[in-house]
């Protein structure tokens, strides 16, 4: 009778020891999913950081677009007063001009 009840009294006293491993084991197991997660989404754009970077990105076009204008006005219109090599200067704008107008949208 004496045999009988150290089993029980053995697996009541491992039992607890025994949960702090199953919970070690499940963090181990689970652990390269939660890796591969954050993974992800660090490498991952969200929508929002998209359309902030296309926003950016066409403010830019446009004020590179802006820039290369104004310095074509300002081209033409001593080219207008007889300025040779401004008349130069403003067809090379001006080629620029139509090479980028199509990658940018419309200012509105």
Same mark, same amino acid.
């Given at each position: ?45 969200? /929508? ?7 926003? @950016? =990105? ?6 590179? *677009?802006? $820039?290369? +204008?104004? /310095? ?7 080219? @207008? =007063? ?6 130069? *200067?403003? $067809?090379? +704008? ?15």
């Amino acid at each position: 009778m004496k045999f009988g009840h150290r089993p029980m009294l053995l697996a009541v006293c491992v039992v607890p020891l025994l949960s702090g491993c199953i919970s070690t084991a499940a963090s181990i197991v689970t652990a390269p999913v939660r890796v591969a997660g954050k993974a992800v989404d660090w490498t991952t754009t969200s /929508q929002s950081e998209s359309d902030r970077n296309l926003g @950016r =990105r066409v403010r830019k076009q446009q004020a590179e *677009l802006g $820039r290369i +204008d104004r /310095q074509y006005q300002k081209h033409l219109s001593a080219c @207008r =007063r007889g300025d040779q090599h401004a008349c130069d *200067l403003a $067809r090379q +704008d001006y080629e620029q001009i139509q090479a980028i107008s199509p990658s940018v949208p419309n200012q509105r």
